[in-house]
């Protein structure tokens, strides 16, 4: 049974969302089971902004992590899962579950919680679904490609996706495979085709969590620059 959660979100001048993805973060870590130690770290990387003071605001228990250093995606995730681990040091890492969102992205309140429901039944690894935030701007065109890029990956074994924003692992397979990759883009399926190839048990789960539909992202070759390919 898993006795602790991590949550490591990576930020770059996200001072419009941080807030409001810490606030998400709290409320679904509220709702885990009785007894659950969790902990948050949040890696402000070359932020120009306040994103850093904002996110220690909004969450004083975070662990607030600063980084000027010219870190892929993949450095920085893994720099905060390493982060939020010394605060859960008395705990197995085959009872520790790692969980990673984006500072733009809001979760669902029973997040944290379905995560863990899957990672008792023996799952390994779970990789949710992300919706996008209609609002911030994804024309309809873009959207409609998205989801057409979306179901292309669907099958029996569910949304076939896997999102940064929405993905958990049991600490004892990610530290099997050698944590996140240091890799510019795609760190998320990069760890997962890893864990695949390890024999590690791995679910997609339509856990939900929405995140920002902008066309102007932090990470090359991330989300956003696929939506404004498709608006194209």
Do not use: K, Q
């Amino acid at each position: 049974m898993i006795s602790a959660v991590a949550v490591v979100i990576p930020a770059r001048d996200e001072h419009r969302r941080i807030r409001s993805c810490l606030r998400a973060v709290r409320h679904a870590l509220d709702r885990l089971p009785e007894g659950i130690t969790h902990t948050v770290c949040v890696v402000a990387d070359r932020c120009t902004d306040h994103t850093a003071a904002l996110a220690a605001t909004e969450l004083p228990t975070a662990h607030i992590v600063t980084t000027d250093a010219d870190l892929t995606i993949g450095e920085v995730r893994d720099l905060g899962v390493r982060t939020a681990r010394t605060v859960l040091e008395g705990h197995s890492a085959a009872r520790t579950w790692l969980l990673s969102t984006d500072a733009d992205t809001v979760v669902h309140h029973d997040w944290a919680r379905r995560h863990v429901r899957l990672a008792d039944a023996g799952i390994d690894a779970v990789a949710g679904v992300a919706h996008l935030d209609r609002p911030a701007g994804p024309t309809r065109a873009a959207l409609e490609r998205y989801a057409a890029v979306v179901g292309r990956a669907s099958g029996p074994w569910g949304h076939g996706n896997v999102y940064g924003a929405n993905l958990g692992v049991r600490a004892d397979a990610f530290d099997a495979v050698g944590g996140f990759g240091a890799v510019p883009v795609g760190e998320d399926h990069d760890l997962w085709v890893r864990l695949g190839a390890a024999g590690y048990a791995r679910r997609h789960a339509d856990i939900p969590v929405v995140t920002s539909g902008r066309h102007v992202g932090r990470a090359r070759g991330g989300l956003a620059d696929l939506l404004a390919a498709l608006g194209d």
